[in-house]
């Protein structure tokens, strides 16, 4: 009998300490042991966790493949070791390599060891198996880690949650030519991750053949782009995606940044052979080799200092066409989707690198942007976004950024995902959710619903803002999103009992967007975003 047959999880019968096992046939005997630590036997081994709250388990640090450490370096993930003992599944996984960000508290780290993923799921075991949920974290493809994101309240709601680590930065997305998974070993990472899940969520009481994928900003790019590529189908049955739709034009706020997302396969060798020069490897015979040996610390330092915009590249085998390509051309994988945006998505990052920093946009600057940005366009954007309407400056550029960039090419996205699959569309609209712990940006600057708000209302944890008290119409708002989260997750539809109905979206509706608030409020969401206006500007 194999591991991956014994698909249940047993209470550890003893003392805590006596974790080891003894094996019989290849399948672990039950330790001797308490109560107090459930045991899951996966295909590689069998893992301890902890109970939570009283009602619900979390397993965390649970290899999903073999370290990429050595000569595994930029290759595509290796399947993990398979261990003999109880491994224990209490401690934290360290995150995968990244610089620190000061101005979101995300922390360095070094650990190339770290393609580890984490489950929460229900204590009681179900007589029917519960829909599976994997996140993706986000953070631009250079920092996060699945372990910021406490799931309990989407288990809660009957769901088993599993968050994954993936490779980051240089060490995720390098690019080379004749290399395998070249340019997007992160992506590569998420698969594997997937593959796991189909082989191991009956353990924690989940069905492996009710997969969802969902994830926030770079999580959400990543759910897109599994969605448009050959080499994932089969491993999931629903999407997810929240502020990354394959369709974003442009995910930044500077005026010179281009148009698309998405790196080509040779753009992404021309920053992969930047970063080797920057670190002394010249010799294009001996490249890879020769990057191999460079110390983590340096590449991230070399990562730093060459501007690039580091995500997964098409052109690639593992990304075939642009993922707004793809879509057009109606070039991915049928299937229910959910997908949205928050009404404010760019504020977060004009106050990140404007106004946190003292460095408000004045007007000057604000209509250098425009010229910038639109050339002989700029006086008819400027008569659309008067910076005295909104406020300032710096918040007329943010709408601008947040509808041309975010919601309207979203919505225009959406409307094309439409005519092949069932897609529902929302905007999440809270003005007062909760800022980020620790942003160093002045009270007085209104964020509203930012980048990344709506991940308090679905999660606890450093990865979700941790703000003042939550109002009786938020925290009612808050149990609604993990109703439309989980039943989607279930089955394809966010509707259900007691729950604001959500209409899907079709190809040709005016505003079938569903608006997230605490007072339930809808709006005509395209117009709002002047999305007719750039419509005609491409």
């Known amino acids: 009998m194999r591991l991956r047959d014994v698909a249940r999880v047993r209470l550890v019968m003893g003392a805590v300490a006596g974790l080891s096992v003894v094996a019989a046939c290849g399948v672990p005997a039950?330790?001797?042991?308490?109560?107090?630590?459930?045991?899951?036997?996966?295909?590689?081994?069998?893992?301890?966790?902890?109970?939570?709250?009283?009602?619900?388990?979390?397993?965390?640090?649970?290899?999903?493949?073999?370290?990429?450490?050595?000569?595994?370096?930029?290759?595509p993930p290796q399947p993990a070791r398979a261990w003999k003992d109880v491994k224990d599944g209490t401690r934290t996984a360290p995150r995968c390599p990244q610089n620190a960000n000061p101005a979101d508290a995300n922390p360095a780290s070094t650990a190339e060891d770290c393609l580890y993923l984490n489950?929460?799921?229900?204590?009681?075991?179900?007589?029917?198996r519960l829909p599976v949920m994997v996140w993706l974290h986000g953070g631009g493809f250079t920092q996060g880690s699945g372990g910021d994101y406490d799931a309990r309240r989407l288990a809660r709601a009957g769901a088993v949650v599993v968050s994954v680590n993936y490779r980051l930065g240089v060490f995720g997305f390098l690019g080379h030519p004749g290399l395998a998974g070249s340019g997007a070993f992160g992506l590569l990472d998420q698969q594997a991750a997937l593959r796991w899940v189909r082989h191991n969520a009956a353990a924690f009481g989940g069905d492996p053949r009710n997969v969802t994928l969902f994830g926030e900003s770079a999580g959400a790019f990543s759910t897109c782009a599994q969605l448009t590529s050959p080499a994932a189908t089969g491993l999931f049955d629903k999407a997810i995606i929240q502020s990354g739709s394959c369709s974003m034009r442009q995910m930044g706020i500077d005026p010179a940044g281009g148009d698309t997302i998405w790196p080509s396969r040779e753009a992404g060798e021309r920053i992969a052979a930047a970063v080797a020069e920057r670190v002394g490897c010249t010799d294009a015979a001996q490249t890879m080799p020769c990057?191999?040996?460079?110390?983590?610390?340096?590449?991230?330092?070399?990562?730093?200092?060459?501007?690039?915009?580091?995500a997964p590249s098409y052109g690639t085998d593992a990304l075939p066409r642009e993922p707004g390509r793809a879509v057009a051309e109606g070039r991915f994988r049928r299937m229910p989707l959910m997908v949205g945006t928050t009404a404010h998505e760019a504020r977060y990052f004009v106050a990140?690198?404007?106004?946190?920093?003292?460095?408000?946009?004045?007007?000057e600057t604000y209509q250098q942007f425009l010229r910038t940005a639109f050339g002989r366009d700029a006086k008819r954007i400027s008569a659309r976004y008067p910076a005295g309407a909104y406020g300032s400056p710096s918040l007329a550029w943010a709408a601008i950024a947040t509808d041309r960039g975010w919601t309207c090419p979203t919505l225009a996205g959406n409307r094309l995902l439409a005519r092949k699959t069932p897609v529902y569309q929302y905007e999440f609209a809270d003005g007062d959710a909760?800022?980020?712990?620790?942003?160093?940006?002045?009270?007085?600057?209104?964020?509203?619903?930012?980048?990344?708000?709506?991940?308090?209302?679905?999660?606890?944890?450093?990865?979700?803002?941790?703000g003042t008290r939550p109002?009786?119409?938020?925290?009612?708002?808050?149990?609604q999103m993990i109703g439309y989260w989980t039943n989607f997750a279930a089955t394809g539809n966010p509707n259900g009992q007691s729950l604001p109905r959500w209409k899907p979206l079709t190809s040709k509706s005016a505003n079938d967007v569903h608006t997230l608030t605490p007072n339930g409020s809808d709006g005509d969401v395209a117009a709002q975003h002047h999305c007719r206006f750039w419509a005609t500007r491409s």
């Not at 939570?52 to 990429?68: K, M, S, T």
């Not at 990140?352 to 007007?363: S, V, W």
């Open 30 to 75: 039950v330790p001797a042991s308490s109560p107090r630590r459930p045991v899951a036997y996966t295909s590689s081994g069998a893992v301890a966790g902890d109970y939570v709250d009283g009602d619900l388990q979390r397993f965390e640090a649970i290899p999903y493949a073999a370290p990429p450490t050595g000569a595994l370096r930029w290759q």
């Open 119 to 128: 489950v929460t799921a229900p204590r009681t075991a179900s007589t029917r």
């Open 291 to 310: 990057l191999r040996r460079v110390p983590t610390s340096r590449l991230l330092a070399a990562q730093q200092k060459v501007p690039a915009i580091w």
């Open 352 to 363: 990140m690198y404007f106004d946190g920093p003292g460095q408000p946009l004045d007007q």
């Open 434 to 466: 909760p800022r980020p712990a620790g942003f160093p940006v002045p009270r007085t600057f209104p964020l509203g619903a930012y980048h990344g708000a709506e991940l308090s209302y679905l999660f606890d944890g450093p990865g979700a803002a941790i």
């Open 471 to 479: 109002s009786s119409g938020q925290r009612r708002l808050a149990d």
